[in-house]
């Protein structure tokens, strides 16, 4: 095979791809009526509130402490745990027991009104 035949062959898909350019498989546009992510987010864009924002610097500044290797072998460990304790009769047993204890709170939630209202 020559030269030039090779280059063809190699050139050919790059050649192709230049006078094709496909659209970005990854990202659509965003449709012509966004006006941002924000307003977009209607009342949940509200809670970013500067105080909020703080708030979650604080909680992710103080969360990157707790990620020590102690603490992730100890998560680990709850984990691997916890596991094994979600077995499907565990489960099932506990739905079980919330169904049954639901009916429940509501006379616990009068018991304790009338307790208070009694103080
Ligand atoms: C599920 O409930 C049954 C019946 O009360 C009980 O015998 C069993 O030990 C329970 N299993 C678990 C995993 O809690």
Known sequence: MRVTSLLTVFMAPLAIAVAAPQPN??????PASTTGLL???????????QDNI???NTIIKNGGK????????????ILTNADS?????FVDNTTTLIGEATPLLGDVSKLLGSLLGSL
């Open 25 to 30: 498989p990854v990202a659509a546009a965003a």
């Open 39 to 49: 307003s977009e987010l209607g009342d949940l864009g509200s809670l970013l509130s």
């Open 54 to 56: 703080n708030s979650l």
């Open 66 to 77: 707790l990620l020590s290797d102690s603490n992730l072998n100890t998560l680990q460990s």
């Open 85 to 89: 304790l979600l077995t499907k009769e």
